[in-house]
């Protein structure tokens, strides 16, 4: 194994025991430490999709819980508090937006963003959608927190895509009415439209092949919840 695998590898598995340790409540102290002292070059080592989506999702749900666990308010808690790495401050919104939904603009905005340099080459090269199934903000119409693993993380967003579906989905023939989260009209966009939406269901059998519903979205609901593991 060369050196630059070595590095990769050591990276991706610093964000999986740190994520570890923020759901077994242990002392995170040291190895966040170890995380913010990454270098620059050594962070662009991850320079696959996979590395990149692995390592910002375990990084991204770790993060919020201990701002949580923190007090942070939770007006600003994805805007403020950043995590620092190689000098450069991230907050959770540059990495669920700006690096795992590459350069998109906050849905509530609507507007673009230019997000700065450090973040625009750390975003992925291809939007997916299926990360909205994976990053945990605490609320009761998230989806559970699971380790994500770069050689693995194809399947594993599949496994969560499915999950979060099953569960938030009604399909209802005799209507021919499809009830989904509005977590997907929020993001209705990454997902290619309402038109791309039925795609996905189909995809995932959910929904016959050969349906054409009516497609109505259902409150999302923001309470809060204790961190649920996968």
């Known amino acids: 194994m060369n050196t630059g695998e070595t590095i990769r590898k050591d990276i991706l598995k610093q964000a999986e025991d740190f994520l570890y340790k923020v759901k077994t409540s242990k002392d995170v102290g ?49 805007t403020a508090s950043p995590f620092q790495f190689a000098d450069v401050d991230l907050s959770l919104d540059e990495m669920e937006h700006g690096i795992l939904r590459k350069l998109k603009p906050h849905p509530s905005s609507g507007t673009p963003e230019k997000y700065p340099e450090p973040v625009q080459q750390l975003a992925v090269e291809k939007e997916d959608p299926r990360i909205h199934f994976a990053l945990n903000c605490g609320q009761k ?57 039925l795609q996905m269901l189909k995809q995932y059998q959910l929904i016959p092949e050969n349906s054409k519903p009516l497609l109505r979205f259902t409150p999302y609901d923001h309470s809060l919840t204790p961190m649920d593991f996968a």
């Not at 995380?35 to 991850?46: G, Y």
């Not at 666990?69 to 007006?75: Q, S, V």
């Open 30 to 78: 040291r190895l966040g430490t170890s995380l913010s002292r990454i270098s620059w070059t050594e962070l662009l080592r991850l320079n696959t999709d996979d590395m990149r989506k692995a390592f910002w999702i375990n990084m991204y749900n770790a993060w919020f819980q201990i701002l949580v666990a923190r007090g942070t308010d939770r007006k600003i808690i994805f």
């Open 141 to 197: 119409s998230c989806p559970p927190i699971a380790f994500y693993h770069a050689e693995k993380v194809e399947q594993q967003l599949d496994w969560a895509t499915v999950a979060y579906l099953q569960q938030e989905t009604s399909f209802t023939p005799k209507e021919n009415l499809l009830e989904v989260n509005e977590l997907l009209r929020w993001y209705q966009a990454d997902f290619s439209g309402e038109a791309g939406i």
